[in-house]
């Protein structure tokens, strides 16, 4: 069955820190897709990435960083320079194939200013 | 584009009592997904629709949750009677795929409810 596991529950860093949320997988299928949501204070999930399995290209999206590594199942995000705005819980998903979301428990990032 | 739409924001009950939260997903979405998000932990899928279909309802607690997705749009869920354990924010989640479970979902803000 499929399982992801967010070890860290609760961050916090100083403003202008660089910070990595760690996320750790379980699946039997070969096709998968991970996925990494942000939820903020108002309570909207706000889509940040998606990957397939077959693509384990790092990815860079601004101050935003992936890290796909499928030797140690991992698909860990970096937020670089971080700013009081990426306060948030932020939380890793997994699915297979043409089956339902399974989310991790969240990692809580608190920037403090 | 307007998101997903969902009401009330917070509602209060008594345990036993019955309680309905209603969702509008995106225009055009052809899948629309209830999930439930308890403190401290992440979303779980109640049920997955697929236009006025059910895809996936194997987590939902039939014996006193139910969920209609008429005419392929609007959608509610409905808990009777409701328990402690209800207690969570209520989040509809839509796409516009058809097999939507692989691709990116836009969610509402949820109902936070809360059972005395």
């Known amino acids: 069955a499929q399982k992801v596991t967010q070890a860290q529950t609760e961050i916090s860093v100083v403003e202008k820190e660089d910070v990595t949320l760690d996320c750790v997988y379980e699946?039997?299928?070969?096709?998968?897709?991970l996925f990494w949501y942000k939820q903020p204070p108002s309570g909207e999930l706000v889509f940040l990435i998606r990957?397939?399995?077959?693509?384990?290209q790092n990815e860079i999206s601004g101050r935003y960083s992936w890290n796909f590594q499928k030797s140690t199942s991992s698909f860990n995000f970096t937020i670089t320079a971080s700013q009081v705005v990426d306060s948030a819980v932020y939380f890793c998903?997994?699915?297979?194939?043409?089956?339902?979301?399974?989310f991790g428990k969240g990692t809580r990032l608190s920037v403090i200013a | 584009e307007a998101g997903v739409a969902q009401s009330p924001r917070y509602k209060i009950i008594e345990k036993r009592q019955s309680v309905a939260f209603w969702c509008n997903p995106i225009?055009?979405?052809?899948?629309l997904y209830w999930y439930q998000q308890i403190l401290g932990q992440g979303p779980k899928l109640l049920i997955q629709?697929?236009?006025?279909?059910?895809?996936?309802d194997s987590q939902l607690p039939k014996d006193r949750f139910s969920a209609e997705r008429l005419k392929g749009v609007d959608s509610t869920l409905k808990i009777q009677p409701a328990k402690l354990e209800d207690s969570a924010v209520y989040l509809c989640?839509?796409?516009?795929?058809?097999?939507?479970?692989?691709?990116?979902?836009?969610f509402g803000s949820g109902t936070q409810l809360s059972v005395l």
């Open positions: 990957r397939n399995s077959f693509d384990e």
């Open positions: 225009s055009g979405h052809a899948t």
């Open positions: 629709f697929q236009n006025n279909g059910v895809v996936d």
């Open positions: 998903a997994l699915s297979e194939v043409n089956t339902p979301l399974v």
């Open positions: 699946t039997r299928d070969t096709t998968y897709y």
């Open positions: 989640a839509s796409s516009p795929g058809w097999f939507g479970t692989n691709e990116k979902l836009f």
